[in-house]
């Protein structure tokens, strides 16, 4: 397998990397990178957790070779918010326990702000099928719904 260079805007800042051709996005963020909030689940596009943006479309990262990805803007859950200033959909998700172990909360955090982006005032039906996307193995997904509704509020009041 030959070696490719990739430049990529991550997170805001100019990154080059030199990896297999065959390299997957999900794998370059996370081990050339060190962006560990990118996890790793299925790796066939089904449980969501590996999600980013990728000029600005959520996408499944374990489904891109990383040569895609050439000099386009990628931004992880790392790019949303702190934990001293939360986004409104982290700050939302925290208030209404919208998880439990957290390891599909960086794709149902991307997911459910890609989709306020879009339609600030979502219906339930609209939140469910955006969510569809993710799966959480823990704790079903009302606590999702009401973290979506609560970040569409705050969204909404400015806060």
Request: include cysteine; aromatic fraction near 6%; proline fraction near 4%.
């Amino acid at each position: 397998m030959t070696d490719q260079h990739v430049n990529l805007i991550v997170n805001g800042e100019a990154q080059a990397v030199t990896v297999p051709s065959d390299a997957i996005l999900v794998d370059v963020l996370r081990e050339h990178l060190g962006l560990k909030g990118v996890r790793v689940g299925c790796r066939n596009g089904d449980c969501g957790t590996c999600t980013a943006y990728v000029d600005d479309d959520c996408v499944k990262t374990c489904l891109i070779f990383v040569g895609r990805a050439d000099g386009q803007s990628v931004r992880t859950i790392e790019s949303l918010g702190t934990v001293d200033d939360p986004s409104p959909v982290q700050q939302a998700f925290m208030e209404c326990y919208s998880f439990q172990c957290g390891f599909c909360l960086p794709g149902m955090i991307l997911s459910a702000t890609t989709l306020l982006d879009r339609q600030p005032t979502p219906s339930d039906a609209e939140i469910r099928d955006t969510l569809s996307g993710n799966l959480c193995r823990c704790t079903g997904y009302e606590n999702f719904v009401r973290g979506v509704r609560r970040a569409s509020q705050i969204m909404q009041q400015g806060d």
